[in-house]
């Protein structure tokens, strides 16, 4: 019964949106046509049952209902009711839906909130989403059913596996979702705007935010993605460029970049073939994401249950989209009319070096990426990973973020480097101190050198925008941006302390023994067995002391799963505000020692404090502009009204 | 932006379209082939590894008569399923080496007692060295060596009934 | 270590091939440091950029397959002896192909992947040029 409501929603849902969609379209016909004003509700509803029909699916695991096949082959009753939940999403069909919820959702919204669009722009935007939501929605329903019912309901779920119930493991995929799918709203936005010619600052401002909210999602997903995969592999590493990883991370370079672009394109009215473009990219990139990673196509630690008939349909669903929007691009970007001048030293300006930075390391990634796909074409099989990616990226990652340290303290249009020189050279000054300094204290790779001496710079250049300005009448947003350039600072400091700064011990140590790593001695107390509900493990209990301080307790485990049979280890960590003690237990050696692999890493944890940073950076922003454009809104009604007022005297 | 450029986009997506779809076409093979193939096995002594069975050194190979060297160990399942078709490539007068993939002698004593020895040599690898040394990349895998001791075929995962013919053709071939 | 297994287990499926447990301990260099800081820094570095064969993607040097713990095992014992880390490298190549180093060496195959970032800082040059010139 549930399970056909919410099928019964989805396919209610489909068809609001070919009705949206052919609203949208017939309103740039006729302007103002009956079925325009179809087109808003439309939209809200689908939403409204899009989310319905998740709801319908979470309860279903909630009470592993085991005549859906689904939870029969995802779900366990005796699983804890958290993990049933996100069962729900951790599964092909599932987040299919959550992809095709989230979309419609975001597309609600834009009908409910969105007022400052011109009509027609505005129609058209939902004619696209509802455009793209129609082939998530056909190969939802069509092949990948997820309220599919089984002949006979099954004894028992089959998705007891304990390597999927792990927090973060479970939250990972909406934060990332929230992210991917809600990018649509500015492909939906880029494609109107395309149709409609209409690009300028009051599109800019509106797709603004909705940019500013999927980024934030988007860098929370990838930030807690990289802190699981450090905690749960038992190696230390935090960002391995596999093709998933990229495949989150090819979205989130394109929307930073068009982050700034809209910035650019609200403020100053210039930069609207690349807004537009960026807009498309970004959004296709999610979409790219999605088809690398379900239809096997990719050799990745990550692979879902592939399937390549699936990946067939999204493949055809890539072509329809992405290929419709650059068909489209190409056809009217060149009518979309030249903006506002400006000059090389000017915010402008800097932003413009930014963009084409960032777009070239998409550019990079994105190749290093396809590139295995490429030569397995001709049977040929490369490996393309962290030696590749690093340096070459580092090529036009080193100097975007040098320009980043002067381009906030430039002015829009016109600028002189000389207002700025004393800021620029404190800046320098700080940057070749830092090397200099590094390069004394030992040798270490040039790319974790550069970054120290970067981030140190950064991250002071970062506040240098508040100088000579009254801290308490900066603007919200202008916050957000310190704060979110402070936090690439943070997580680059982190990032080339980790690479610099890591030391690494392996020892065999029996009971008793002590070994040391870095400033740390830690001892090997004893390896004692435990149990837990459906594994066995030893344990060892390991004393940890800091530069001869207080020693600390560790109790990193190897577990033992008998159902289905797997062995994992379980890392533990001691952080200290310099850095972790990173420790994980291996196997008893023939002479009875205990395998133990120690790390040092000095100041790891500001990689992920720099990325929530960032984050928070981008919801200053949106509580800035929101609060600005409602505040814009207020005072042009009130000047209207008075107007008004003044008229009728 | 002048006209053509505006088509990049569309046209570099358009390749990558045309690579995926032939892609997904093909079947998804995660095998790693090995690059020695032509070439000589490179020198190795293996100490042996069942009681009833002389060790492996690289003389064994290079005496003038083609064989088949089968990587293999007591924990591979799939070795199982190939052990029977091992015996039809010997009874049809192959000549079969075994390098037992990191395997204790009891074990390999135990596999061979279960599912028949089909091996005039085995040597015990206990270190992945010859594995490594020939460009194997896992177990089960099947290499017919000339009796130059040269690399002439790999044949990669267990041997199945269609493909004894096939292994026999190569080792035929190779005694030219 | 949870992907790697889950990883292993999908690696197992995909082709058809499963295992029990092995039985021989670890080799004696797979979990072991080099007495020499500096030649441990050196094949460290090795083995982060050469890729474990039986893991979906990643290198020996995170990898706990018994594979791995031989291919590190190779590296460290031939660096201990005095061999080159290219040379190491090079072996390996031979044997599996640039499949097996995660390096990025100029070849027929990959000079695409250097062509491009090439490409791309000249067509950067070039758009900056003409937007920041034209603009002044």
């Known amino acids: 019964m549930i399970a056909e409501l919410g099928l019964a929603a989805l396919w209610i849902a489909s068809a609001l949106a070919v009705l949206q969609l052919v609203g949208g379209v017939l309103a740039q016909k006729q302007g103002g046509s009956e079925m325009a004003k179809l087109v808003r509700p439309a939209a809200i509803t689908q939403g409204l049952l899009a989310a319905f029909a998740f709801l319908m699916l979470l309860w279903l695991f909630a009470i592993t209902d085991l005549s859906v096949k689904l939870v029969a082959t995802n779900s366990h009753s005796a699983k804890p009711l958290i993990f049933k939940l996100s069962g729900a999403w951790g599964n092909h069909e599932g987040s299919m839906l959550l992809w095709i919820t989230v979309m419609a959702m975001a597309g609600g919204l834009i009908a409910l909130v969105e007022r400052r669009l011109p009509e027609k722009t505005m129609m058209a935007t939902l004619a696209a989403q509802a455009f793209v939501g129609i082939g998530f929605y056909a190969f939802l329903l069509l092949s990948s059913n997820p309220f599919e019912r089984l002949p006979q309901p099954a004894v028992e779920g089959m998705g007891l596996n304990p390597l999927l119930q792990d927090i973060g493991l479970a939250f990972h995929p909406p934060t990332l979702y929230f992210g991917y799918v809600g990018l649509s709203v500015a492909f939906s936005f880029a494609v109107g705007a395309l149709m409609t010619r209409k690009v300028g600052p009051d599109f800019a401002r509106a797709m603004r935010p909705w940019v500013l909210g999927a980024w934030v999602f988007l860098t929370l997903g990838i930030t807690a993605g990289s802190y699981w995969a450090y905690y749960e592999l038992g190696w230390g590493g935090w960002w391995f460029w596999d093709p998933v990883e990229n495949a989150s991370l090819m979205p989130w370079l394109a929307a930073t970049a068009l982050l700034h672009s809209v910035s650019v394109l609200a403020a100053r009215d210039a930069l609207r073939a690349w807004t537009i473009m960026l807009g498309v990219v970004a959004f296709s990139m999610s979409m790219l994401g999605t088809f690398l990673v379900r239809s096997g196509i990719l050799t990745s630690v990550h692979a879902f249950a592939v399937d390549p008939e699936r990946g067939s349909f999204i493949l055809f669903l890539l072509a329809l989209y992405i290929g419709g929007a650059l068909l489209l691009f190409a056809l009217r970007a060149g009518t979309v009319t030249e903006g506002e001048r400006f000059s090389v030293t000017s915010r402008e300006g800097a932003l413009v070096f930014n963009n084409v930075m960032l777009s070239a390391i998409l550019g990079i990634v994105l190749l290093g990426t396809l590139y295995p796909l490429l030569t397995e074409a001709f049977d040929v099989r490369v490996s393309v990973g962290p030696p590749y990616f690093n340096p070459v990226g580092a090529i036009f990652t080193v100097p975007m973020l040098i320009v980043m340290t002067i381009g906030p303290m430039l002015r829009w249009r016109g600028d002189s480097f000389d207002r700025i020189k004393f800021p620029a050279a404190i800046v320098a000054s700080i940057m070749l101190a830092v090397l200099a300094l590094v390069l004394v204290l030992g040798s270490y790779g040039i790319l974790p050198v550069l970054g120290l001496a970067i981030a140190i710079g950064l991250g002071v250049a970062s506040f240098l925008p508040l100088r000579g300005r009254k801290l308490t009448r900066v603007p919200i947003a202008t916050w957000g941006m310190i704060m979110a350039h402070f936090g690439i600072a943070v997580a680059l400091f982190g990032m080339a302390s980790e690479t610099a700064f890591s030391e690494e011990k392996l020892a065999a140590v029996s009971v008793g023994d002590a070994t040391d790593v870095g400033p740390w001695t830690v001892v090997l107390g004893s390896v004692e067995p435990v149990a837990g509900p459906n594994w066995t493990a030893i344990e060892g209990r390991l004393q940890a002391s800091y530069d001869g301080s207080e020693p600390i307790l560790l109790n990193p485990q190897s577990r033992n799963f008998w159902a289905p049979p797997q062995e994992t280890t379980e890392s533990t960590l001691a952080t200290r505000w310099n850095g972790q003690l990173y420790a994980v237990i291996g196997n008893q050696a023939s002479d009875g020692r205990w395998q133990l692999r120690l790390w040092w890493k000095p100041f790891v944890t500001l990689i992920w404090y720099g990325g929530i940073l960032v984050a928070l950076g981008g919801v200053l922003a949106i509580i800035g502009r929101v609060r600005g454009d409602l505040k814009r809104r207020y005072v042009r009604a009130r000047s209207d009204q008075r107007r008004e007022d003044a008229a009728a005297l | 932006m002048s006209n053509f450029r505006l088509w990049i986009p569309l046209g570099l997506f358009a390749l990558f379209l045309g690579v995926a779809a032939y892609q997904l076409t093909q079947p998804k093979d995660e095998f790693v082939v090995s690059t020695m193939i032509g070439k000589p096995i490179p020198d190795f002594a293996l100490r042996p590894s069942h009681p009833d069975r002389p060790g492996l050194t690289i003389n064994d190979l290079t005496d003038g008569k083609p064989k088949l060297l089968n990587i293999w160990a007591s924990w591979c399942l799939p070795c199982i399923a190939e052990a029977p078709h091992l015996e039809t490539l010997k009874r049809q007068g192959a000549e079969i080496v075994g390098v037992a993939i990191r395997d204790r002698p009891e074990d390999v004593a135990r596999f061979l007692a279960r599912h028949g020895n089909p091996y005039s040599k085995i040597g015990a690898d206990d270190l992945s060295e010859v594995q490594l040394s020939i460009g194997s990349s896992g177990v089960p895998e099947t290499f017919v060596i000339d009796g130059n001791g040269v690399i002439q075929h790999q044949h990669i995962g267990d041997v199945r009934a269609e493909h004894v013919p096939i292994l026999l053709r190569e080792l035929a071939e190779a005694g030219q | ?136």
């Open chain 3, 1 to 136: 270590m949870k992907k790697l297994v889950f990883a292993l287990m999908l690696l197992c499926g995909s082709v058809g091939v499963s295992f029990a447990q092995q039985t021989l301990p670890p080799a004696p260099l797979a979990y072991q440091q080099l007495e020499d800081p500096a030649q441990e820094r050196a094949a460290q570095a090795l083995m982060e950029t050469l890729r474990c064969l039986k893991c979906q993607s990643q290198s020996i040097a995170d990898s706990d397959a018994p594979m791995a713990g031989d291919m590190r095992h190779q590296v460290r014992s031939r660096i201990a002896a005095g061999e080159e880390p290219e040379a190491i490298r090079a072996w390996l190549v031979e044997r599996y192909g640039d499949y097996v180093s995660y390096a990025p060496t100029v070849s027929e195959t990959t000079w695409p992947l250097f062509a491009v970032p090439l490409l791309l800082l000249l067509v950067a040059g070039l758009i900056l040029w003409r937007r920041l010139r034209a603009k002044s």
